[in-house]
């Protein structure tokens, strides 16, 4: 499997938490998430948001991979029908976009590093404003 399936797969998987296993290796980080940032917390994390966000749908609008290594630009969308952090749900569709790099190590991510645009504070901010 090429590194770009493996990233479509990775992308699938984080809408289905109970899947990423499958497609993250066991010593993975994640360096945009506070430590210890590794594969158990990615897993409760995106459980959380698929709870308050069940529709999320994400679409890769460029990828470039060269040996290892994969980066990404893609835009997501979901609407907020569950509780999130602090936030009841509002039922605000939002848009936001995302810059990921990834290390691929025996067809699994083994390296995240996410900018997300606009930011999760400031997706929550507007989410407070509906």
Do not use: C
């Not at 290796?25 to 360096?31: C, G, Q, S």
């Not at 998430?33 to 917390?41: A, H, L, S």
């Not at 969308?77 to 025996?106: C, M, N, S, Y």
């Amino acid at each position: 499997m090429d590194n770009g399936e493996v990233f479509r797969r990775y992308l699938i998987a984080l809408t289905k938490p109970d899947a990423i296993p499958d497609i993250v290796a066991a010593e993975f980080i994640a360096h945009d998430m506070p430590p210890p940032g590794n594969r158990e917390v990615l897993i409760m994390f995106r459980r959380v948001v698929m709870t308050a966000f069940p529709d999320q749908a994400v679409e890769i609008l460029d990828i470039v991979s060269e040996g290892d290594r994969l980066a990404a630009r893609w835009q997501a969308t979901q609407t907020h029908t569950g509780q999130f952090q602090d936030l009841p749900a509002t039922g605000k569709r939002i848009i936001f976009d995302g810059h990921e790099f990834v290390r691929i190590k025996d067809g699994k991510i083994a390296e995240r590093w996410v900018m997300l645009h606009p930011s999760i504070e400031q997706m929550l901010a507007q989410l407070r404003a509906a």
